[in-house]
């Protein structure tokens, strides 16, 4: 039998070419098994006829055969080594013919991780919205914190974080979220997640069952989308208006939800502040119908003017509601820290779950994180973030008025990092987009944020990571996008705003 093959050049791609003799030997002759090139029954050469053949010591033949009678591969008995006796490989198709009914494929589920519009950018570009200063992290203080957390770690640090998060964080979380947001709560009822993304996931599966309806805002955060669908719920779209969540009598009667996702301090992506009498009327409806309310706070942290306004959590006693948090913006990112306050009537039933359903992890930054908290750095960077932010906001307001005259129509500029731009009609916000992205900006479509019959038409205008010193020709870019200018700066004779 020629084997001469085994060792042959040419590798196929899958075979590092560093791979030692051995290795190559076994990996050449299990694939040349599995294809049916070496049928099964095959018997194949003695171990020393082999690598005298081959030119290689008789070690590296044995370790070859060994491991594959080891993984049924081969069989070695008195009568020498053979290929053993394995399932028929079906046929392979060709590309023309048509593809087995039940061919492999993902779940029917996982289209609702696969739409398109949630490409997310390779690199933070000017206007990218929920990005924040890097620049400005505290690194000294939080560098600090870690050296101490990591001084101060033992052996159980090492492992799985404790169930519901660290108990430290937890405390020190809870009397952040009392003193800055009025939450009345303790410790107990908090549990720490990887983000918010894990936070909707967790709710998705321990609030609601398989097939139970979902509400969420439309336009609104398309990742919360994921996790629902992901969760086999069915996502029933309600439209925002002025003051936030507006569901009609309809949605009550023929889309009665299990769970109802709000962002209700600085609605994504329109900025828009849900009203009080809007927030006490969700409560009270969701409580008779036995719905939970996921409240999402994004970025009130990040208030402009005056306090920001109560969280829903809280308002009432008793009321359906889990509030959600994370620290991706305030903090930074990969960071992947999050948390979901619990109703005390849950919160040990729900962090019990949680434990069984994942298994915590970044000990060490949790002990830092709470370390942060306590020392007031968290606090002070808050403060600091949030005068930044609103200088770049007031100059990125006044640069747009600018090149697009003070009929421009702004919104969002309450809290958070990002300003929404509203479009006449003649200009699609999608066209823009792309434009946008060929001058280097990362501005987003408010449409694709939408779903029909929802029709909204305007830029998402992220300046968390926009210096003030790029706020002009930031503009500058985008106003060729839009079409207001040429790429000269000269404006063009037909007015659009």
């Known amino acids: 039998m020629e084997l001469d093959w085994l060792l042959a050049p040419p590798l196929p791609q899958t ?16 694939d040349a098994i ?27 033949v044995l370790f ?30 060709s590309a023309t013919e048509d593809a ?39 690194f000294r203080s ?40 009025g939450l009345s709560m303790d410790a107990a009822q908090i549990v720490i997640t990887s983000g918010t993304q894990a936070a909707l996931d967790l709710c998705a599966r321990l609030l609601g069952d398989h097939g139970d309806t979902v509400w969420a805002e439309n336009p609104g955060y398309l ?88 969280a829903l959590f809280g308002l009432q006693a008793d009321a359906p509601v889990v509030y959600v948090g994370t620290f991706s913006k305030t903090l930074y990112p990969g960071l992947r820290l999050g948390y979901i306050v619990l109703p005390q009537a849950i919160a040990a039933d729900f962090a019990r779950a ?20 306590r020392r007031g750095h968290y606090t002070t960077h808050l403060r ?18 600018e090149a697009f005259g003070p009929r421009v129509e702004l919104s969002g500029g309450e809290a958070g990092l990002h300003l929404v731009m509203w479009l006449p009609s003649e200009i699609r916000d999608t066209e823009v987009v792309k434009r946008a992205a060929e001058l280097g900006l990362g501005v987003r479509a408010l449409g694709s944020y939408a779903r029909a019959p929802m029709m909204c038409n305007g830029l998402v205008l992220g300046y968390g990571n926009l210096e003030e010193g790029m706020v002009s020709e930031g503009v500058r870019r985008l106003a060729v996008a839009v079409g207001r200018r040429d790429s000269d700066g000269r404006g063009v004779e037909r007015r659009v705003f």
Request: glycine share 6%.
């Open 100 to 138: 087995p009914a039940a061919r492999q494929r993902l779940s029917a589920r996982a289209a609702a991780a696969l739409q398109p519009e949630l490409a997310r950018e390779v690199a933070a570009l000017p206007f990218s919205p929920g990005v924040p200063d890097f620049g400005a992290f505290p």
């Open 142 to 181: 939080w560098r600090a914190c870690l050296e101490r957390a990591w001084r101060d770690a033992g052996w159980r640090q090492l492992g799985y974080a404790a169930h519901g998060g660290d108990p430290a964080l937890r405390e020190a979380l809870a009397g952040h979220l009392t003193s800055v947001r």
């Open 384 to 401: 600091r973030m949030r005068a930044r932010y609103a200088a770049r906001q007031a100059a990125l307001r006044a640069a747009l008025r």
């Open 223 to 310: 990742a919360a989308r994921v996790a629902f669908g992901l969760a086999g719920l069915q996502v029933h779209d309600v439209p925002v208006d002025a003051e936030g969540l507006s569901p009609c009598e309809d949605d009550w009667r023929h889309h009665p939800p299990r769970l109802i996702m709000i962002t209700p301090s600085h609605q994504y992506p329109t900025g828009r502040v849900m009203s009080l009498p809007r927030r006490l009327a969700l409560i009270e409806r969701a409580r008779r119908s036995g719905a939970w309310i996921i409240e999402d706070d994004y970025d009130s942290e990040f208030r402009r003017t005056g306090p920001a306004p109560p």
């Open 64 to 93: 070859a055969y060994e491991q594959l009678v080891a993984e049924g591969c081969l069989v070695a008995d008195r009568q020498g080594t053979r290929v053993a006796a394995l399932p028929a490989r079906p046929a392979v198709r």
């Open 15 to 30: 075979f590092p070419h560093s791979l030692p003799r051995q290795q190559m030997l076994y990996r050449r002759l299990r």
């Open 354 to 373: 949680t434990a069984q359903a994942t298994r915590a992890g970044q000990g060490i930054e949790q002990r830092a994180l709470a370390d942060f908290i």
């Open 34 to 60: 599995l294809s049916g090139r070496l049928a099964s029954g095959t018997r194949l050469p003695a171990s020393r006829v082999l690598a005298a053949s081959l030119k290689i010591a008789r070690n590296t």
